[in-house]
């Protein structure tokens, strides 16, 4: 579908809703839906969980991205018009990950109702310094591209998640601002506790071990916190939408080799042949870790707490 089909459909949209929303008998102003509950869209999977935490059954969340998608490269559907215009709130990652977010709350008419559930980290990157903080939290979304946008990896970003999903909840629905913000305290405890279980587990790794090289760079945020050095990425950058020159591959694999690396990781969002002919070339494991995504519901990395130990494991088996 091109830009003006895309546009053509999301009036439509709208005016069924406008139509529909007449004839409701819905007190005007009302921001919850037919089942008394607010009606919530999430990005991505991850997001979602996070958000699922905090709401409850205070919500209907509906999450954009099927499980296994990868953020970089998601391209919206009507459909996906549809649930955002129909949204009370839409909360998205931001720092540029959603780079298909931007069109779509504008053929929805819904730039309003989103929050960047970043807003308030200090983010890492090469353009971080240069980024100036936005009263709006709009720049959480419009971050410069060398800004890495994967502040997940690291469990402590998920407490300033946290709090931003349970105040805007709150603010949509104060009835109930007294279950959201007892659910973000119970939540806030499971991240803590697994920061700490992270810490126990990552200290099994010698410090000459504790480096990382990856599909693309995607590690800093845990590196950071956790004492490693993401040095180097198959694909330049932080998107996985970028390819390697023949130079830049083999400077990787030369550091690779150079720098003694155990392993290559590769998520479960993008193709991993890069990695494979990587990991061919130098002879080092090729090791599969959950990225964009958490796993199909009922798999092994089914919520984040799940994702990070599923990751984590993977990582410390690898190098130790």
Same mark, same amino acid.
């Given at each position: 579908?091109?830009?003006?089909?895309?546009?053509?459909?999301?009036?439509?949209?709208?005016?069924?809703?406008?139509?529909?929303?007449?004839?409701?008998?819905?007190?005007?102003?009302?921001?919850?839906?037919?089942?008394?509950?607010?009606?919530?869209?999430?990005?991505?999977?991850?997001?979602?969980?996070?958000?699922?935490?905090?709401?409850?059954?205070?919500?209907?969340?509906?999450?954009?991205?099927?499980?296994?998608?990868?953020?970089?490269?998601?391209?919206?559907?009507?459909?996906?018009?549809?649930?955002?215009?129909?949204?009370?709130?839409?909360?998205?990652?931001?720092?540029?990950?959603?780079?298909?977010?931007?069109?779509?709350?504008?053929?929805?008419?819904?730039?309003?109702?989103?929050?960047?559930?970043?807003?308030?980290?200090?983010?890492?990157?090469?353009?971080?310094?240069?980024?100036?903080?936005?009263?709006?939290?709009?720049?959480?979304?419009?971050?410069?591209?060398?800004?890495?946008?994967?502040?997940?990896?690291?469990?402590?970003?998920?407490?300033?998640?946290?709090?931003?999903?349970?105040?805007? #909840?709150?603010?949509?629905?104060?009835?109930?601002?007294?279950?959201?913000?007892?659910?973000?305290?119970?939540?806030?405890?499971?991240?803590?506790?697994?920061?700490?279980?992270?810490?126990?587990?990552?200290?099994?790794?010698?410090?000459?071990?504790?480096?990382?090289?990856?599909?693309?760079?995607?590690?800093?945020?845990?590196?950071?916190?956790?004492?490693?050095?993401?040095?180097?990425?198959?694909?330049?950058?932080?998107?996985?939408?970028?390819?390697?020159?023949?130079?830049?591959?083999?400077?990787?694999?030369?550091?690779?080799?150079?720098?003694?690396?155990?392993?290559?990781?590769?998520?479960?969002?993008?193709?991993?042949?890069?990695?494979?002919?990587?990991?061919?070339?130098?002879?080092?494991?090729?090791?599969?870790?959950?990225?964009?995504? #958490?796993?199909?519901?009922?798999?092994?990395?089914?919520?984040?707490?799940?994702?990070?130990?599923?990751?984590?494991?993977?990582?410390?088996?690898?190098?130790?």
């Amino acid at each position: 579908m091109n830009k003006t089909q895309l546009y053509l459909f999301s009036a439509a949209v709208l005016l069924l809703m406008s139509l529909a929303g007449c004839s409701s008998n819905s007190p005007a102003g009302d921001q919850e839906g037919a089942n008394g509950r607010l009606e919530v869209v999430a990005t991505t999977s991850i997001v979602g969980d996070v958000v699922s935490q905090v709401g409850g059954d205070n919500i209907s969340l509906e999450v954009l991205l099927p499980s296994g998608s990868d953020p970089h490269s998601f391209e919206p559907t009507p459909q996906d018009i549809a649930k955002v215009a129909g949204a009370d709130l839409i909360f998205a990652n931001g720092a540029g990950l959603e780079t298909f977010l931007e069109g779509l709350i504008e053929s929805a008419g819904a730039q309003d109702k989103v929050v960047y559930v970043s807003s308030g980290i200090d983010f890492l990157g090469a353009g971080a310094e240069e980024h100036e903080e936005d009263p709006e939290g709009d720049e959480h979304q419009h971050a410069p591209n060398n800004v890495d946008p994967h502040t997940w990896t690291d469990p402590n970003n998920i407490l300033v998640w946290i709090q931003n999903i349970e105040e805007n #909840l709150s603010k949509a629905d104060p009835g109930n601002s007294a279950v959201y913000a007892a659910n973000a305290a119970a939540f806030e405890t499971e991240i803590e506790e697994l920061d700490h279980w992270v810490r126990e587990q990552t200290v099994q790794i010698a410090p000459e071990n504790r480096v990382l090289v990856s599909d693309h760079s995607l590690f800093n945020y845990f590196a950071h916190e956790y004492g490693f050095e993401q040095v180097g990425a198959l694909i330049p950058g932080y998107s996985t939408l970028a390819e390697p020159s023949a130079q830049e591959l083999a400077e990787i694999e030369d550091a690779i080799s150079r720098l003694n690396v155990k392993a290559v990781f590769v998520g479960n969002t993008v193709n991993p042949s890069l990695a494979e002919r990587a990991a061919a070339d130098t002879g080092v494991a090729l090791v599969y870790l959950y990225t964009g995504s #958490l796993s199909e519901p009922g798999g092994e990395a089914e919520t984040y707490l799940e994702y990070i130990r599923y990751n984590v494991s993977a990582i410390v088996d690898a190098l130790k």
